[in-house]
């Protein structure tokens, strides 16, 4: 099992729907989450983080965290065509903080 | 945004070459870390630093070596260069909150 589970694409999303993205974490000591928008051949940019338990909303992007269920999703509402994207989700190491533990991404393709 | 610089972006170069890939930063981060990633594949930790002469491997084994001489400067050296070694090296810092990524080097060993 790995480590950072995220759910396996592409997800097809049209222009202007909710893109709904998910996470699942084994490390219980994770106390940040962050989430990461990769375009292809690009480095990562960070889009989110999230620490506590509920939701953050940061334009059209909301984090969740649930840590009892060690699940972290990311929403993106309104989905534009350069949301197009791999997203990766990256929890903290309990055990060093600093250092990510990274999903294997789940890619985005918005249609128009 | 974060100030963080690799050179070269790209580089081919011929089997059993050495080869140093430049990372540093301006924000005076100490936590340094350097990724490898194969096109569409997750990121893998492979050199990490917390600071000036302190340096650790990752979670991927990786025959490159790894320096922190100078806070900003945490360059990655392959001493001889294999077909397997093409991949994309991501460089990152950490300040409190957040992990910034340079823009890669992109790597491929003929």
């Known amino acids: 099992q790995k480590e950072v589970e995220q759910n396996s694409g592409p997800l097809s999303v049209p222009e202007g729907a909710i893109a709904s993205l998910n996470c699942t974490y084994s490390d219980r000591g994770s106390q940040s989450f962050f989430w990461y928008r990769q375009y292809s051949g690009k480095s990562p940019e960070l889009i989110m983080s999230i620490y506590s338990n509920g939701d953050k909303e940061d334009g059209r992007f909301t984090a969740q965290l649930n840590k009892a269920s060690q699940y972290v999703s990311l929403l993106i509402r309104d989905s534009q065509p350069s949301d197009s994207a791999t997203y990766l989700c990256a929890p903290g190491r309990g055990d060093s903080w600093g250092k990510l533990q990274f999903g294997a991404g789940t890619q985005v393709v918005v249609t128009p | 945004e974060a100030d963080i610089y690799q050179t070269p972006r790209y580089l081919v170069i011929g089997t059993g070459k050495k080869i140093t890939l430049e990372c540093s930063q301006t924000m005076g981060h100490d936590k340094m870390y350097w990724y490898q990633q194969d096109p569409g594949m997750e990121l893998h930790l492979i050199h990490y630093?917390?600071?000036?002469?302190?340096?650790e491997k990752g979670d991927l084994s990786s025959e490159s070596t790894v320096s922190r001489i100078r806070t900003e400067h945490f360059p990655l050296t392959l001493e001889s260069a294999r077909p397997s070694h093409t991949s994309q090296y991501l460089c990152?810092?950490?300040?409190?909150?957040?992990?910034?990524f340079g823009p890669g080097t992109r790597l491929t060993v003929t």
């Open positions: 990152a810092s950490n300040d409190m909150y957040e992990q910034y």
């Open positions: 630093s917390y600071g000036v002469n302190s340096t």
